[in-house]
Nanobody, 127 residues
């Protein structure tokens, strides 16, 4: 059983930055490095939406159009951790951010392909 645990959320002013982390506990170092990882978010009253994904090696990344050029996903397989660097934050980025594990290793923007989900970390951007 893999349990992703997010951290790094908080309150930030518009234009500021935050870096979210997701540690995948329960996975051996070798197993984590075979997984793709994704970030999703859900704002109040809205459906959960895809943010970014990274494949098992970190070679391929894919972003939602709404965050392209603003957010950067990366991973450190030695630390079983994936990151989401968020810059130039806007009020509309306010949401609960979820980390998810996709065991196929390829990555996807479809939430249905992910096997394990974290509890989420809240990001609030004040305008």
């Amino acid at each position: 059983q893999v349990q992703p645990v997010e951290s790094g959320g908080g309150l930030v002013q518009a234009g500021g930055s935050l870096r979210l982390s997701c540690a995948a506990s329960g996975a051996s170092g070798r197993t984590f490095s075979s997984y793709a990882m994704g970030w999703f978010r859900q704002a109040p009253g809205k459906e959960r939406e895809f943010v970014a994904t990274i494949n098992w090696s970190g070679e391929y990344t894919y972003y939602a159009e709404s965050v392209k050029g603003q957010f950067t996903i990366s991973r450190d397989n030695a630390k079983n951790t994936v990151y989401l660097q968020m810059d130039s934050l806007k009020a509309e980025d306010t949401a609960l951010y979820y980390c998810a594990v996709e065991t196929s290793g390829y990555g996807s923007r479809r939430s249905q392909t992910y096997d394990y989900w974290g509890q989420g970390t809240q990001v609030t951007v004040s305008s």
